[in-house]
C-alpha cells in the first residue's frame, strides 16, 4: 500500500485561506466619530449617516460570512424563520466575533417566539458592539413585553442616545410616558 505524498505548500494555503475565511470575521463597531456625527446629525441628513452605519456593522470582513448574513436576512425577509436561523447559527459559528451575525439571529428567534435564545444573541451582539441601537432597542422591547416597563423605558432611552434620530424608540418611550412610565424627574 502506497501512502500518497501530502503537498504541505497546498495545506498550509487551503488552511490558511480557511482560517482567513472565518477566523478573522468580525466587523468592529462603528467609528466613534460616525456615532457622534449621527447624535449631531440634523433629522435631513440622518437616514443617511445610519445607513453608514448600518452598512458598517454589516460588514464582517469575508465574503463567505457577509453571503451567509445575507441568505439569513432574505430567508427572514421571505418569512421562513427556521432556514434564516440555520443561516444565522453557520455565520455565528464561523464568525464568533461578528455582532452583527448575533444581532440578526436575535431578530430570527424573536420572530420564531425563541425568546430565551433571543436574549441570549442581543446580550452577546452588545458585548461585541455596545454601540448597536438597534440591538438595545429590540431587547428593550422584549423587556417591555416581559412587563418591565421601567428598564424598557431605561433601554428605549439608551437607544435614542445613541441614535436620536432611531423613531421606532421614540415612538415606544413616548407611548410609556403616555401611560405615566420612564418619565425622567
Known sequence: MRIPTVNLKHTVAAVGGFLWLTGLAGAEPAPPELMEKLRD?????????????????SRSGSAAMDLLLS????????????????????????APQFAEGFHTRA???????????????????????????NAVF???????????LGRAAILYRKALALNPHHEDARSALDALRRDGIGREL
Do not use: C, K, S
Open 41 to 57: 446629525a440634523p433629522a435631513a441628513e440622518a437616514p443617511r449617516i445610519v445607513h453608514e452605519i448600518e452598512a458598517h456593522w
Open 71 to 94: 441568505r439569513g436576512r432574505d430567508a427572514l425577509e421571505a418569512g421562513d424563520t427556521q432556514l434564516a436561523i440555520e443561516h444565522l447559527t453557520a455565520l455565528t459559528d464561523h
Open 107 to 133: 431578530q430570527a428567534f424573536y420572530r420564531a417566539d425563541l425568546y430565551g435564545p433571543a436574549l441570549d444573541d442581543l446580550e452577546r451582539t452588545l458585548a461585541l458592539n455596545p454601540t448597536n441601537y
Open 138 to 148: 429590540g431587547l428593550a422591547v422584549m423587556v417591555q413585553e416581559f412587563g418591565d
